[in-house]
C-alpha cells in the first residue's frame, strides 16, 4: 500500500449492498503525500474503495474512486467484475438514480435503496421503473421505518 502512498482510514463503512451474502463496503482512502508526512497543509484528498464481498467472504469485485466521484458510478464498473446473477442489492440513498436501477434490472432480482422523500412514482413499466416505484409507494403506504423493516434493509 505505500507505494501507492494510500493509507486506510479507520474501518468505519457503510454497507451498500447485498448480494444474498454478498456486501460491497465503502472505505475511504487518504492521499498522504509528502505535504501530510511533513506536516504543511495536511490531507489534499481521499478514495473510496467498494469492494464486493461474496457470502464466504472472498473479494469478488473492487473498485477505487476519488471523493469527487458519485458513489452511483461504481456500480457499472462493479457489475462488470460479478460475472453470477444477483439476488439481492442494498443500497444507501446516494443509489436511487435512474442509472443504478437500470444498470441492475437484468441482472438482479431484488432491489433496496431507499427513496429520497420527495420521490414520485415513475409509471414507466420496465423492470427498473416497477423496482423502484414499488419502493416509493411502499415508503409513502407504511412509512420509511416500517418500508426499513419489511425490506430488511
Known sequence: MSALKF???????????????WREYERGLRNRGPA???????????????IGVSENGHIVAAVVTDSGTNDASAVDDLLDQIEVDIE????????DQWS????LA????TIVVPSSKRSVESGTDTPAGRARDATVARTRDVGRRQWKKESGY
Not at 41 to 50: A, D, E, I, M
Not at 100 to 103: C, G, I, Q, S
Open 100 to 103: 443504478v436501477y437500470e444498470a
Open 106 to 109: 437484468p441482472k438482479c432480482k
Open 7 to 21: 493509507s486506510l482510514v479507520h474501518p468505519r463503512y457503510k454497507t451498500k449492498y447485498r448480494v444474498g451474502n
Open 36 to 50: 501530510a508526512k511533513h506536516g504543511s497543509k495536511g490531507v489534499r484528498g481521499w478514495r473510496k474503495l467498494h
Open 88 to 95: 439481492r442489492f442494498t443500497g444507501d440513498g446516494a443509489y
